[in-house]
């Protein structure tokens, strides 16, 4: 049985960092063609995606957020981890991790976390 | 950058077909996944690789895809479809994931 699950702060205020951790069971990202993949959706408005890491530590941004963003993994503990630097108001979302398949030419999130929502606010 | 249109409703009454599209340029030469998110839930995969379901998706759900237009297909409309709909792209020019713009199907 595969599952993900979001942890991290339920608030942040402007200017702070963003730290969301992705533990998943049920798959290893060290298996050839997995990744994680992480995506948000603002209350009320589609979903976002903002970054994946693959199996061999490649790693791919959303270009309108690359320069805030950084995401890691730890194998042994399956585990990957968002980074936000600089966070607004309108970064207020429900963030969500999923698997990512890779069977080219493309790319799918085939398994989803719950989510977790973030709300920034002084 | 590469973008997903979508139209933002489809309404159907039960038993009716729902069709909801998702225009983008030449989208027929990607593969497209589709996702299902009712209120206060997480998404499901519901289509991939433009029409295959995965398992436990009822058959009432197809896909397709040709041109500049994808579609989701809901055949037979149940009150537990009522959700909201997002196409999914990876796009190689940019290596990026797009996702579309959404569209909430609503059963009369």
């Known amino acids: 049985q595969i599952t993900l699950k979001e942890s991290g702060p339920t608030l942040v205020k402007p200017t702070q960092t963003l730290t969301l951790t992705c533990t998943f069971s049920?798959?290893?990202?060290?298996?050839?063609?997995?990744?994680v993949g992480w995506i948000r959706q603002p209350p009320g408005k589609a979903l976002e995606w903002l970054a994946l890491?693959?199996?061999?530590?490649?790693?791919r941004y959303s270009p309108s957020l690359k320069s805030r963003l950084t995401i890691t993994k730890d194998t042994s503990k399956n585990q990957v981890v968002l980074t936000m630097t600089n966070m607004d108001p309108v970064d207020t979302a429900t963030y969500y991790c999923?698997?990512?398949?890779?069977?080219?030419?493309?790319?799918?999130?085939?398994?989803w976390g719950q989510g977790t929502l973030v709300t920034v606010s002084s | 950058s590469y973008v997903l249109t979508q139209p933002p409703s489809v309404s159907v009454a039960p038993g009716k077909t729902a069709r909801i599209t998702c225009g983008g340029n030449n989208i027929g030469s990607k593969s497209v996944h589709w996702y299902q998110q009712k209120p206060g839930q997480a998404p499901v995969l519901v289509i991939y690789y433009d029409s295959d379901r995965p398992s436990g998706i009822p058959e009432r759900f197809s896909g397709s895809n040709s041109g500049n237009t994808a579609t989701l297909t809901i055949s037979r409309v149940e009150a537990g479809d009522e959700a909201d709909y997002y196409c999914q792209v990876w796009d190689s020019s940019s290596d990026h994931q797009v996702f579309g713009t959404g569209t909430k199907v609503t059963v009369l």
């Open positions: 049920g798959f290893s990202l060290s298996t050839s063609g997995v990744g």
């Open positions: 890491i693959y199996w061999d530590d490649d790693k």
């Open positions: 999923a698997r990512v398949i890779v069977v080219v030419p493309t790319i799918l999130f085939d398994y």
